[in-house]
């Protein structure tokens, strides 16, 4: 029958390994898995190394963590997944899968910053050259490409600073010359953009925001298309990577909603961000769901929607000033991530190298599912105070 990605986010995994027909899985947690004789479990490992998904030991294809890959990998549209304990360890467990001494990998100068760190950490004191590419260039990234590129990575809207990127365009240079795409997809969830059919082969999937959406966990997911995916199994199993049952069951929980919470999100950021672009305290608003946001043609040719993440850049003002809008907030928080039921705020600064942002103060709003009309005066008070 049909299945859309909706229907998927509700039915999908919920009473696998269920004893009592209860509509949740039952948790399960374990190092150790017990085997009826030695036959059986000789039978078990050979099926396992078969890749067939068969719970042997905590790390290996546990109920919770099946349940969790198996859902996102639909809803991602790729062919397998793999979790990790966060988004952070999704990024380096990619890339990692990709690379050998003397490789050469392009990332997008929009990306996640402690994604960057890695690259310009411990990539490098393995021997692997990172280049960082201007988000907007497309299939100029041809002239970039080297004879020992693997990886060329992606994330679209970039982080902090919002530019969409044309991924197909990328990801036919890219394998032209064999180099494979990994993507984070974070802002937009396989929700609201499907990255396999743009012509990414890998995604790395921060489940800390959208995906679990209450701000209760961290966890990342790997997701393969068929090509890419022993490689990634291969390397992380050995660097012990798997998130944890009880955050799996968390996130599973919480992806239940996702459909719906996404919608509240966008409803609510774009009512946001047409207010804030009214404002006189506001140079721009970063935000490619609006018809005047530079990746608004690409974001609309190739996402499904808008997620709740967006930016502004303030004209100019002091840090008292900044302090005394931000401090004050009654309903935005001010911490790191984004993503939750909740509302956050902070100060962005974007770490771009290729082209160093030159623009204002930015500050970055993650909109959540409270009422929008209370978020707006939160705002509009803030911006009294801003003076
Ligand atoms: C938060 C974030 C990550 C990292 O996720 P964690 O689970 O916090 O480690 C990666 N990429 C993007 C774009 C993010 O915003």
Known sequence: MRQSKTTKLIQQSRTAASHANTVNLPMHR????????????DEVQKRQGADEQIPTYGIFNMPQALAL???????EGGYRAMSFPSGLAAIAGAILSCVKSGDHILMTDGSYDPGRRFC?????????????????????????IRPNTTVVYTESPGSNTFEIQDIPAIAKIAHKHGAV?????????????????????????????????????????????????????????ILGQRAAPDDCFLTLRGMR????????????????????????????VLYPALESDP????????????????????????????????????????GYSWGGFESLVMTAYPTRTVNPWTGGQLVRFSIGLEDVNDLIADLDAGFARLG
């Open 30 to 41: 374990a190092s150790t898995v017990l085997f009826d004789s030695l036959a059986h479990m």
């Open 69 to 75: 890959e198996n859902t996102v990998a639909e809803i």
């Open 120 to 144: 310009d950490s411990v990539l490098k004191r393995l021997g692997v050259e990172t280049t960082y590419y201007d988000p907007l260039i497309g299939a100029g990234i041809e002239a970039l």
């Open 181 to 237: 795409v990994i993507m984070d997809n974070a802002w937009a969830t396989g929700l609201l953009f499907d990255a396999f059919a743009h012509g990414v082969d890998m995604v790395v999937q921060p489940a800390t925001k959208y995906y679990a959406g209450h701000s209760d966990v961290l966890i990342g997911l790997v997701i393969a298309n068929e090509k890419t995916w022993p490689q990634v199994r291969d390397t992380n199993y």
């Open 257 to 284: 909603t996702m459909d719906v919470r996404l919608k509240r999100h966008a409803e609510s950021a774009m009512t946001v961000a047409r207010w804030l672009q009214g404002r006189p305290e506001v140079a721009r």
């Open 295 to 334: 990746g608004h043609a690409i974001w609309k040719r190739d996402f499904n929607g808008a997620s709740g993440l967006f930016a502004i850049e303030l004209k100019p003002c002091s840090p008292q000033q900044l302090a005394a809008m931000i401090d004050g907030y009654e309903y935005f928080g001010l």
